[in-house]
């Protein structure tokens, strides 16, 4: 579960989860170049330990204000206990950056899909 527009999400059941995602920038005012990457930040909350799981990674090369789109995004599948929290963060890896500080999210072309592949892990017998 999510607050509308919020940041993070709620497990409620323990479970496989496929997280895919679509993250799309359009009319950067950035200039030159940056590699970002995207990953999901998992909270375990009751054991007090964070995880971080690699979703893509995008280089971003502008030399001319006709192609300012990037595109950032992957699948992760990752085992998710109740009460954790996920967030879908982005960051930079490598900048060079001469003019602009702009690179925003555009909402109408991005996207994310979270699937539940296993409802309960069979215990060993």
Request: with cysteine; glycine share 8%; charged share 15%.
């Amino acid at each position: 579960s999510h607050a509308m527009m919020g940041r993070s999400f709620t497990c409620h059941h323990d479970g496989l989860f496929t997280f895919n995602i679509g993250l799309h920038v359009r009319n950067s005012s950035y200039n030159e170049r940056s590699n970002f990457v995207c990953y999901l930040h998992v909270s375990h909350n009751a054991i007090g330990r964070d995880t971080r799981h690699h979703v893509g990674n995008s280089y971003y090369r502008d030399n001319n204000n006709l192609y300012d789109d990037m595109s950032l995004g992957g699948t992760c599948t990752v085992f998710l206990t109740s009460g954790c929290t996920v967030e879908v963060l982005t960051g930079q890896t490598m900048r060079q950056v001469t003019q602009g500080t702009a690179m925003l999210l555009d909402t109408t072309s991005s996207f994310m899909t979270v699937d539940a592949i296993i409802a309960q892990v069979p215990s060993a017998s």
